[in-house]
Every structure is written in C-alpha cells, then in structure tokens.
C-alpha cells in the first residue's frame, strides 16, 4: 500500500495530551490492487451526538451508514448493481453501531462493542494455547497505514510507502 498524500497536522488545540493525541488529519491510500481509501480522523470535532461515519464505495455499488449520530446505530444507504433489479435505486438499511446481543460489559469500552469481541477472542486464544485470530502480523498490517499517514502528514504530506509484515 502506498499513502498518497496526508494533510499536515497543523494546529494542535490540545498540544499538552500527547502524541496520539490529533486535532485532524486525513490521509489518502492506494492499494497494490489500485484501490483509493481515504481515512479522516479528528480528536476534536464537535460531534454530538458522538458519531463515526462510514462510506464504501466501489465500481458496482455502495454502502454508508447515516450522519445522524447516536451508538445505537443510523438508517445507511446500500446499492449492488445488477443485485436490486426489483428496487432500482438505494435501499435504506439499518447499520448498527453495537451489537444488540453483546453483553451489556461489552458497550462500556468506548468504541461500540467491537473492542469486546477482539479482546475477548484473544484471551481466548492465550487460555487455550491458541493462535490469536489476528496474530502480530496482521495486526502491525492493521496499524502502519495509520502510522505511516501520520509521519506523512508530520514530514508536510509526502508520498510514503507502507510495509508489509
């Protein structure tokens, strides 16, 4: 993957909290295979309610959750091409932000239930003298393009490529 460009950090409202710490940054990615990923993150954006907002875009179709906020989850929008002959257009979808089933220890941790999940699978995995589901590789996989896009937005948004482990 190669980061294309990653705005520069500019001003940091909160410069004592630390590194990780952002006001906003945005970077822009390209995947060996040529697809675009753009990725904004803010530490500050008013957003109340909280709220995180997805949009997938692809050559046949599309699916984003809405901008109305709240955990508990926003109406989206999803269309496959040649999938919705009998309702042309974009459907609306439920696009929950937690899972309903999750136990009510899994909501406290901040991010709606994901964490609880890979956590919990992971304990599971050192219990039973497993592998993990997600081993160290994958999960330095997960975490460079970020690290990469920021040193990229720290060195005035150049172009830097993200290795692979």
Known sequence: MTLLESSPPGQNIYPNEGLGFLDMEVGLFQTQ???????????????????IFYTLYGTKGFVENGREGGWGGTKGRLY???????????QAIDCLTI???????????????????????????????????????RAIDFTAPGICAHEAAMR??????????
């Open 80 to 90: 496959i091409q040649d999938k919705m002959a009998k309702h042309p257009g974009a």
């Open 99 to 137: 899972d309903p089933n999750a136990p009510a220890e899994a909501r406290t941790g901040g991010h709606g239930t994901s964490e609880y999940y890979m956590v919990r699978d992971f304990i599971a995995a050192v219990e039973q003298n497993a592998p993990p589901p997600i081993d160290i590789a």
């Open 33 to 51: 295979k040529g697809s675009t990923i753009k990725i904004l993150r803010s530490q500050v954006a008013p957003r109340h309610p909280e709220m």
């Open 156 to 165: 005035g948004g150049v172009w830097v490529d993200v290795p692979l482990f």
